[in-house]
């Protein structure tokens, strides 16, 4: 009897560990605009996961990995302001407050809370953001925009505030398959 109720305790777990959908991406987009009078930066190699059941979402982005069309404007970028070399990655890991509001088997776009750790430049910080889920077919597109303070994060250097703008505005974008 013993070994009949663990392996229906097994079952049970496993087929709960089916049932919940984690989507995962390879190619999720970070942009923003650190200067102010000079294009944006973006990358498109962030990794990403979302699982459809509990709503837990994470981000890792490689800071070597933002681009500019400037390659002088990447250089200072990474080594005076980011310090990338012992800085190397940015990451968030929090839940989407509301998930149950998202229906992943009906094509929509649906309104979302984002509630997690924001880490940067070694410093990580509690960020709340609301943002999007659209459900088409196979694909999952999140978006969100939010606004991140550079001093809060430790970044300096001597043009923040004057070429560089103090308040960054960051959009993710990450579709899911």
Known sequence: MKKVSLFIAAGLI???AFA???????????KFQPITE???CTN?????????????IAFSALIKGFKFSNSLLEDHFNENYM???KFPNAKFQGMITNIKDVNFTKNGTYKVTVKGNL?????????TTTGTI????TKVIAKCNFKVKVSDYGVKGLYIGQKIAAEQDITVTSTYE
């Not at 880490?119 to 960020?127: A, N, Q, S, W, Y």
């Open 83 to 85: 310090e990338s070399t």
């Open 119 to 127: 880490t940067i430049h070694g410093v990580t910080k509690e960020i």
């Open 14 to 16: 496993t087929m709960s």
């Open 44 to 56: 498109n190699q962030v990794q990403s996961i979302l699982s459809s059941t509990d709503g837990k």
């Open 20 to 30: 919940q959908k984690v989507y995962k991406t390879n190619a999720a987009q970070i």
């Open 38 to 40: 000079e294009a944006g």
């Open 134 to 137: 659209e459900v088409n077919g």
